[in-house]
């Protein structure tokens, strides 16, 4: 088994398993054999991260990081974690880690159109509080722009309503926030909380903006990874953004 891909999950499972289905979807292969070999770790006793950073919650890392070590022994070779706000701690699981990593908010910045200015970001508090996007988008010279004040509290709202598994509240209360952003300039939305990818799901078509989605960004670049490990021509397919016509 060469060069195993591991995915640190179970922040939430449904994207874990949406992770382990854009690898499957993604990855150019005319039968089994040719599909990445993954090893996913969902176990969903991992601490609450927003809870952790904004009100002095239990730590999650010790957990990211026995469970990190657990997909090593495993015979992982390259580590990603469908999670962003988790990569808050990216840095120091990375200096523990004897796999390779990749980290999901360079992943998804590479995806931007260059000629994309003013950039949304549907996230979680804590994503939003500790900067992860923030700091790399200055870096870049971009604008950011963020739901505002209940604005932001219908987002956490609706990421809580689709792990708890109510789709129709969670998008009822995301679509106008994603509406918010695009009226006041966002021309192109990182979805960068997992599960946002899937409140909005087929619903893209219905704004008139562009998305970036974080999961599939990080799927996209450690099929790279593989492929360059292998030899292989790198066959992945360039991002599909929502039409905004």
């Given at each position: 088994?060469?060069?195993?891909?591991?995915?640190?999950?179970?922040?939430?499972?449904?994207?874990?398993?949406?992770?382990?289905?854009?690898?499957?979807?993604?990855?150019?292969?005319?039968?089994?054999?040719?599909?990445?070999?993954?090893?996913?770790?969902?176990?969903?006793?991992?601490?609450?991260?927003?809870?952790?950073?904004?009100?002095?919650?239990?730590?999650?890392?010790?957990?990211?990081?026995?469970?990190?070590?657990?997909?090593?022994?495993?015979?992982?070779?390259?580590?990603?974690?469908?999670?962003?706000?988790?990569?808050?701690?990216?840095?120091?699981?990375?200096?523990?880690?004897?796999?390779?990593?990749?980290?999901?908010?360079?992943?998804?910045?590479?995806?931007?159109?260059?000629?994309?200015?003013?950039?949304?970001?549907?996230?979680?508090?804590?994503?939003?509080?500790?900067?992860?996007?923030?700091?790399?988008?200055?870096?870049?010279?971009?604008?950011?722009?963020?739901?505002?004040?209940?604005?932001?509290?219908?987002?956490?709202?609706?990421?809580?309503?689709?792990?708890?598994?109510?789709?129709?509240?969670?998008?009822?209360?995301?679509?106008?926030?994603?509406?918010?952003?695009?009226?006041?300039?966002?021309?192109?939305?990182?979805?960068?909380?997992?599960?946002i990818p899937l409140i909005i799901g087929a619903e893209e078509a219905r704004f008139n903006c562009g998305f970036i989605d974080s999961t599939a960004a990080l799927v996209r670049a450690a099929i790279r990874w593989y492929e360059a490990k292998n030899g292989e021509t790198v066959l992945n397919a360039q991002?599909?953004?929502?039409?905004?016509?």
């Open positions: 088994m060469q060069h195993t891909i591991g995915i640190l999950g179970g922040m939430g499972p449904a994207a874990t398993a949406d992770m382990l289905n854009k690898f499957v979807r993604f990855r150019h292969a005319g039968q089994d054999q040719q599909h990445i070999p993954i090893i996913a770790c969902s176990i969903p006793d991992i601490p609450d991260r927003s809870a952790c950073l904004l009100s002095g919650g239990p730590s999650p890392y010790d957990y990211l990081e026995r469970y990190l070590h657990m997909l090593e022994t495993a015979g992982a070779e390259c580590i990603v974690i469908p999670c962003n706000t988790a990569h808050y701690w990216f840095d120091r699981l990375q200096h523990s880690a004897h796999a390779e990593m990749i980290n999901i908010l360079d992943a998804t910045l590479a995806e931007l159109p260059h000629a994309s200015q003013t950039v949304g970001l549907l996230a979680t508090d804590a994503t939003l509080a500790t900067g992860l996007y923030q700091h790399k988008l200055d870096q870049q010279g971009r604008t950011l722009c963020v739901p505002e004040g209940d604005g932001q509290s219908a987002v956490m709202q609706a990421i809580y309503a689709y792990k708890a598994g109510d789709i129709a509240l969670s998008q009822a209360l995301l679509f106008p926030q994603v509406e918010a952003l695009i009226t006041r300039g966002a021309d192109i939305i990182i979805m960068g909380c997992t599960e991002p599909e953004l929502a039409s905004m016509e």
